[in-house]
């Protein structure tokens, strides 16, 4: 079976004239199409890196990644900008919506990017919207909004293009327990439901929501952690 992520001896090294760091070593990694991992590690592990090459939002130094059975190690900025609107869904601890628009035109946005007509827009936006539980909130903007709230408008804004894969970075980080647990059963369900996700946290109670779990280490991955491993060690 192809595997929907699969990264062989993936490297990211940044110059800084003479110097270099190598902030992701040699990984090799894989994600079935319905997995549901979790990337752990602390500050400066690589797991912010690796994130970014998983999401498109960089390209490896050394190594080959293919997303979906296509290469794109080596893909322009506007080739891998393309992937990122049509195959990967962002969800980021800090929600990244519009003051001014309401939800559902902030779900809307990756669709107005992609060229979709406004009522195919808007009618897709809402269907979003009600699978996250916030059908009642359509019209609300963000500032109207519990910080749970503003999170469930961001994975609906995730879900709307009905991407390959959702990259969940740290997503609760800026929310209470309550809305944690909130957003880590949505996610579950979503996982559920077919979903492929890849959650990057350096938490062990958020890692452990997880159906598995790697952890990076001085750029490269360690030995995989189990749900209940996670747990114990945090």
């Not at 995730?158 to 800026?174: C, H, M, R, S």
């Not at 958020?206 to 790697?214: D, E, S, T």
Request: charged share 20%.
């Amino acid at each position: 079976m192809t595997a929907l992520l699969d990264l062989r001896g993936v490297s990211k090294t940044y110059s800084s004239g003479a110097l270099e760091v190598a902030a992701v070593r040699d990984v090799d990694l894989q994600v079935q199409a319905g997995d549901y991992l979790a990337i752990m590690g602390p500050s400066g592990s690589g797991k912010s890196t690796l994130m970014h090459i998983i999401g498109c939002l960089d390209v490896p130094s050394a190594g080959h990644y293919s997303l979906a059975g296509e290469d794109v190690s080596g893909m322009t900025e506007a080739q891998l900008a393309v992937v990122r609107n049509r195959r990967i869904g962002f969800v980021f601890q800090q929600f990244n919506l519009l003051p001014t628009l309401s939800a559902w035109r902030n779900v809307e946005l990756p669709l107005l990017y992609a060229g979709v007509s406004r009522s195919e827009r808007r009618q897709r936006a809402l269907t979003a919207l009600g699978r996250v539980g916030l059908a009642d909130r359509v019209e609300h903007r963000p500032g109207e909004l519990s910080g749970g709230q503003q999170q469930r408008v961001s994975v609906a804004r995730a879900l709307v293009t009905e991407p390959d894969l959702i990259l969940a970075d740290e997503p609760t980080g800026n929310l209470d327990s309550a809305s944690t647990a909130d957003i880590l059963a949505l996610l579950c369900e979503l996982h559920e439901q077919g979903r492929t996700i890849v959650l990057i946290t350096h938490e062990h109670e958020v890692a452990a929501a997880a159906q598995r779990i790697v952890v990076m280490r001085d750029g490269g991955l360690a030995e995989p952690l189990t749900p209940s491993q996670a747990v114990v060690g945090r």
